[in-house]
């Protein structure tokens, strides 16, 4: 089945330094990869919607000059937070849509983010 | 936008016993997806069922889109099923542009 790998799955960094998350495609092409982000105890709420060769649609309320995504293949999307805060400590998953849809989404495993 | 609401939030279980997890959403959707996340995170696709009855194991779903509600089924309870399940569904038909629902927390107790 669609296989979707994220990494890395942990990541500690210091504030104002940048991180990149990385999330595959290992067995399917993902024309659209998706970015949700979920604090402790509440639900998934979505970032972005990125489509290979062409820029991201950020949700209204996230800030595309602090997330910044890049979708550069139909195998690969990324996640980078920059100058990263406190404030920015979550738990970022990616999701892909690939052919063929009727099984509609496939997640990674998440990456738990702290900035301290 | 569409709402998604879930019942109830916290359920605690006895090792076997059975429970019914509720998803209502408050416009029409032609799809819908039941997730399990576990404790570590993992997000783990159940039941893609945009209108009727499913079942995989100890799992059932049901799906009433013109009444705008789906119902998850978890039989026999064990200690795994324990974490959080979302129902999803996309805002806009014909997308992926899945909105998650307010989730369940299921303990299961050994």
């Known amino acids: 089945g669609a296989v979707v790998s994220q990494h890395p799955s942990r990541v500690i960094c210091k504030s104002g330094t940048s991180v990149k998350i990385e999330c595959r495609s290992l067995?399917?092409?993902?024309?659209?990869m998706f970015w949700y982000r979920q604090f402790p105890k509440q639900s998934l709420m979505l970032m972005a919607t990125?489509?290979?060769?062409?820029?991201?649609?950020?949700e209204q309320g996230v800030e595309k000059d602090k997330f910044l995504i890049n979708h550069a293949s139909l195998t690969l999307s990324t996640l980078t937070v920059t100058s990263a805060h406190p404030e920015d400590s979550s738990f970022y998953i990616c999701s892909a849509k690939g052919q063929p849809t009727n099984y509609g989404y496939t997640f990674g495993s998440g990456t738990r983010l702290t900035v301290v | 936008g569409i709402q998604v609401e879930q019942s109830p939030p916290d359920l605690i279980l006895q090792e076997g016993a059975n429970s019914t997890l509720r998803c209502n959403f408050s416009d029409s959707v032609n799809n819908l997806q039941w997730f399990h996340q576990n404790p570590w995170g993992q997000l783990i696709n159940l039941f893609y069922?945009?209108?009727g009855t499913k079942q995989n194991g100890r799992l059932s779903a049901t799906t009433v889109a013109t009444e705008r509600y789906s119902l998850l089924y978890i039989s026999s309870s064990q200690t795994t099923d324990s974490g959080v399940y979302f129902c999803a569904v996309p805002p806009v038909s014909g997308t992926y542009k899945y909105i998650f629902g307010t989730g369940t927390r299921l303990k299961v107790l050994a």
């Open positions: 067995d399917f092409q993902a024309t659209t």
């Open positions: 069922i945009p209108s």
């Open positions: 990125s489509n290979e060769g062409s820029k991201a649609t950020y």
